[in-house]
C-alpha cells in the first residue's frame, strides 16, 4: 500500500494543491485531511470569503488594512479547516513566491498552527529563514524540472534545511500559474515526469541524500486510475490534483464555477501569459476571449498605473507596473469574479486534461476512492 510519509506522519498518497483567489479554502482542504490526504489553503486574498472583512475594507484603497484584513482571514481558514480535519491528515497553505507579501502569509501561517508551508511561483530561497522559529512545519516547494530542485537543494542545505517533500508540477497540464519561463517552453520534455522523477532521484544520489527519503509529489493532468499506478511504478510519492479538487461537492468556489471547469472542452482551454509575468492555463470564456483579442494593442500601450483593487497584490504587476510582456488585467478581481461564479467577468483556472468524472461534480471521497481505489481511505486508517 503506497503512502505519503512527511515528518514520519503516514498520509494518502494523494494532496490537494492550492487554488486562490479562495478556490481552495477551509472546507476543501479540511474536508481532504479528513480523510487521511494533505488539504491546501491558497492563502491569496482570503478575505473575499468573509462578509465583516469585505464589509471593512471592500471599498477601500488602504494597502495595510487590506493585508491585515487577508492575515485575520488566513487564520481563520485555518482554524476552521484543522477543526474540520479533526486532527487527520495535514493541512498546508499554498503561499505564492510572486505574491508582494509572500513573507506576511509565510509567517502568519505558522503563527496560526499550520502543518506545511507549500511554495511555488518563484524560487523560495528565504523560506529556511523566515520559518527558523517554527521547525515544525514542514517546507515543500513546487518545481518543475531538476535543475530547479538542485538549485532549492544546495541553497536550502548551507542553511542545514532540507524540503520536507518536493511537488514537481508538469507545465504541460496543470492549471493555473505554470513553472515555465514563458509560453513557447511549456511543453519542454525536459518537464515530463519519468524524466525529472528520474533525474531528481539521479540528483539526491550524487548529493549523498538518499537516506533523507524526500518525497516527491506529481502534479498536472492526473485523472485517472492507472496514471497513478503507472506514477507510482516510475517512482513518485504521491500525486497532486488542483482542478478535479476545485470542482468536487466541497470546493469552496461557486457552483457556476464548478460548472464552468467541468463542462469546459479541450478547445475552451488556452495558455496566455499572466500579470505575474508567468504563463498560465484557464478556460477561455467571454472575457478571456475578449481580452485575448485585446492583448497586443493592451501591451503595446502598457504604462505605470495604480492598483486597481489598491493593495499591490503582486510583486510585480504586469498592469500596474506597465510592463509590456506581461499581462495586462488585474488578476485578483478577474479570480474574485470567478469564485462568486460571474461566468461573464470571471477568470476560470483549469488544467488541460479531462476530469476523473467527466463534467460530474462528486464529493471529495469519492475522488479519492477513484484515484487510488475503494478501501484505500480505511485502508490507512486500519494501518494507522
Keep these: 500500500m503506497n503512502k505519503l510519509t512527511i515528518r514520519e506522519k503516514a498520509l494518502l498518497p494523494i494532496v490537494q494543491g492550492g487554488m486562490g483567489v479562495g478556490i481552495s479554502a477551509h472546507r476543501l482542504a479540511g474536508t481532504v485531511a479528513s480523510l487521511g490526504a494533505m488539504g491546501t489553503i491558497s492563502s491569496v486574498d482570503l478575505r473575499r470569503h468573509h462578509a465583516d472583512l469585505m464589509a471593512a475594507t471592500g471599498k477601500s484603497r488602504d494597502k495595510e488594512a487590506i493585508n491585515q484584513a487577508n492575515l485575520v482571514a488566513l487564520d481563520r481558514e485555518i482554524q476552521a479547516a484543522k477543526k474540520l480535519s479533526e486532527g487527520r491528515g495535514m493541512i498546508a497553505v499554498n503561499v505564492m513566491r510572486a505574491v508582494a507579501e509572500y513573507a506576511a502569509y509565510v509567517k502568519q501561517a505558522c503563527q496560526s498552527g499550520i502543518d506545511a508551508v507549500v511554495v511555488g511561483a518563484g524560487l523560495p530561497l528565504d523560506l529556511p529563514e523566515l520559518t527558523a522559529d517554527y521547525p515544525k512545519v514542514s517546507l515543500i516547494p513546487i518545481l518543475s524540472d531538476v535543475r530547479g530542485i538542485g538549485l532549492i537543494l544546495k541553497k536550502w542545505m548551507r542553511k542545514n534545511r532540507l524540503p520536507d517533500a518536493i511537488v514537481i508540477e508538469n507545465p504541460r497540464y496543470a492549471a493555473g500559474h505554470l513553472g515555465a519561463p514563458n509560453k513557447d517552453s511549456v511543453d519542454d520534455p525536459g518537464y515530463a515526469f519519468p524524466t525529472v522523477l528520474e533525474g531528481a532521484r539521479e540528483l539526491f544520489k550524487d548529493m549523498g541524500l538518499e537516506r533523507e527519503r524526500i518525497p516527491l509529489i506529481v502534479a498536472g493532468g492526473i485523472h485517472s486510475p492507472e496514471q497513478v499506478k503507472n506514477l507510482f511504478k516510475l517512482g513518485a510519492d504521491a500525486i497532486q490534483l488542483g482542478t478535479a479538487f476545485a470542482v ?68 510585480q504587476c504586469g498592469l500596474r507596473d506597465g510592463i509590456g510582456k506581461h499581462g495586462q488585467f488585474c488578476i485578483d478581481q478577474q479570480l474574485a469574479f470567478a469564485l462568486k461564479g460571474d461566468v461573464n467577468r470571471g477568470l476560470f483556472f483549469r488544467g488541460s486534461e479531462r476530469l476523473p468524472f467527466g463534467n460530474e461534480i462528486r464529493p471529495v471521497k469519492q475522488l479519492i476512492d477513484f484515484l487510488l481505489g475503494d478501501g484505500y481511505v480505511e485502508g490507512l486508517a486500519n494501518a494507522a
Design 248 to 315: 468536487t461537492e466541497e470546493g469552496d468556489a461557486h457552483p457556476k464555477f464548478k460548472e464552468v471547469l467541468a463542462n469546459a472542452k479541450p478547445e475552451d482551454i488556452v495558455t496566455f501569459m499572466s500579470v505575474a509575468g508567468l504563463p498560465a492555463r484557464a478556460v477561455k470564456t467571454q472575457w478571456l476571449a475578449n481580452y485575448l483579442d485585446k492583448e497586443e494593442k493592451l501591451q503595446s500601450k502598457a504604462a505605470a498605473k495604480p492598483c486597481l483593487v489598491g493593495f499591490d497584490c503582486l510583486h
